[in-house]
T-cell receptor, first 109, second 115 residues
């Protein structure tokens, strides 16, 4: 069946370090989004990226649709980057948005 | 993008009671979605609500437990009925991104605790 798998499940970083989060998906996609859920539960849109590369400040994302994966890069991490990062995929065929299990990031000072 | 508000932001309820969660959007949207996030888990879609039609429920969710209303293009409600402690979750409203195909935006969520 359709699947979205994220890795690593947990990540602890020293402030200032860089990291790469990965999202693998099982089928062709119409849409892929990266979200950050802050400690208060709010889901923040980071990227809408069904293919290609985008950058927004210290964050960037790349999706290689033909190889069915997406990467989220966080550079010079800050304590405010802590939280859970979700990859969510809208597969072709009008299926609902499917969320991965998330990567829980803790950035320590 | 769309600005979404939810009420209440959090609540503590007794088992056997019901709670209605409201979702308001600042623009007209075709599709509204309700998600549940159980503690420490990812998001699971409960149902899709289109204005003027019955909500479409995902496997494992039924209308008697989670009745949904969608009276217009900017508002929806989700009721969690006959609650038990297992219903303790964050409930999130989401809308399709008007003008940005296939993008979804999420409200701030309602954090529900059932005692």
């Amino acid at each position: 069946g359709i699947q979205v798998e994220q890795s690593p499940p947990d990540l602890i970083l020293q402030e200032g370090a860089n990291s790469t989060l990965r999202c693998n998906f099982s089928d062709s996609v119409n849409n892929l989004q990266w979200f950050h859920q802050n400690p208060w539960g709010q889901l923040i849109n980071l990227f809408y990226i069904p293919s290609g590369t985008k950058q927004n400040g210290r964050l960037s994302a790349t999706t290689v649709a033909t190889e069915r994966y997406s990467l989220l890069y966080i550079s010079s991490s800050q304590t405010t980057d802590s939280g859970v990062y979700f990859c969510a995929v809208l597969f072709s065929g009008n299926t609902p948005l499917v969320f991965g299990k998330g990567t829980r990031l803790s950035v320590i000072a | 993008s769309a600005v979404i508000s939810q009420k209440p932001s959090r609540d503590i309820c007794q088992r056997g009671t019901s709670l209605t969660i409201q979702c308001q959007v600042d623009s007209q949207v075709t599709m509204m979605f309700w998600y549940r996030q159980q503690p420490g888990q990812s998001l699971t879609l409960i149902a899709t609500a289109n204005q003027g039609s019955e909500a479409t429920y995902e496997s494992g969710f039924v209308i008697d437990k989670f009745p949904i209303s969608r009276p217009n293009l900017t508002f929806s409600t989700l009721t969690v009925s006959n609650m038990s402690p297992e219903d303790s979750s964050i409930y999130l409203c989401s809308v399709d991104g008007a003008g940005v195909a296939d993008t979804q935006y999420f409200g701030p969520g309602t954090r529900l605790t059932v005692l």
